[in-house]
């Protein structure tokens, strides 16, 4: 029961892997060296801790401006891409959600079957241990996905400032209706709605985490 849901959640997911970021490392070197050129040896902590922070979250950015892409060329190559992420979270969010369903839906049954003595107590406690350590596998494979989730909506993140010189907006509305236009405004609002679809996995891992086991 639940392998339907579970390979869906892992199918799903699979996008997490593609590569977006550079490494904090890289952009911590980088940043010391400009430092060390403009303030010394003072000027190289500070500036590697300003591109270690940017590093982490700039590859996205890096990688639009080598390829030199600008105007509205640009922000439709963004908002492509940060469509399609937002459909993939979604997608993810969904299967993880349908999966924890699965999981209670597998506890009620075992709880019920014991009440009807279908099961004695041993065997009931056996199948709720089982039930109970999938769920936390579930929940920790969910979680790593949120973590890379996070870390690639950073990135669109940074890029929308750099290319807007603007804040990204605050919205609980976590779609997009028909094509964004590739321009600012377009950009802001793929960008919103990515950012809101990152907030409700975090906000679904919250309320689905597993408790401690519960015996009959």
């Known amino acids: 029961m639940c392998y339907q849901q579970r390979l869906a959640l892992d199918e799903s997911s699979s996008f997490v892997n593609q590569d977006i970021v550079k490494t904090a490392v890289m952009g911590a070197v980088v940043g010391a060296a400009i430092g060390a050129l403009t303030g010394g040896a003072q000027g190289a902590i500070k500036g590697a801790v300003i591109g270690g922070l940017g590093g982490a ?16 060329a640009l922000y439709s190559k963004m908002n492509g891409d940060m469509t399609h992420e937002l459909e993939a979270v979604n997608k993810t969010q969904a299967a993880y959600n349908d999966l924890a369903k699965c999981r209670k839906a597998q506890e009620t049954k075992v709880r019920g079957d014991f009440l009807s003595g279908k099961l004695n107590r041993e065997q009931g406690n056996a199948e709720l241990a089982k ?16 973590g890379k989730v996070k870390s690639r909506t950073e990135n669109f993140s940074y890029a929308t400032q750099q290319a807007t010189g603007k804040s990204i907006p605050k919205s609980s509305k976590a779609t997009i209706s028909g094509t964004p236009a590739a321009d600012e405004a377009g950009s802001l609002q793929c960008c919103s709605a990515l950012q809101a679809s990152n907030t409700n996995f975090e906000q679904a891992l919250n309320n689905t985490k597993p408790g401690d086991f519960k015996p009959l």
Request: hydrophobic share 40%; proline share 0%.
């Open 57 to 72: 979250a700039a590859g996205y950015w890096n990688s639009l401006q080598q390829q030199k892409v600008s105007g509205s």
């Open 131 to 146: 039930v109970h350590d999938l769920a936390m596998q579930d929940y920790d494979l969910a979680s790593r996905i949120n």
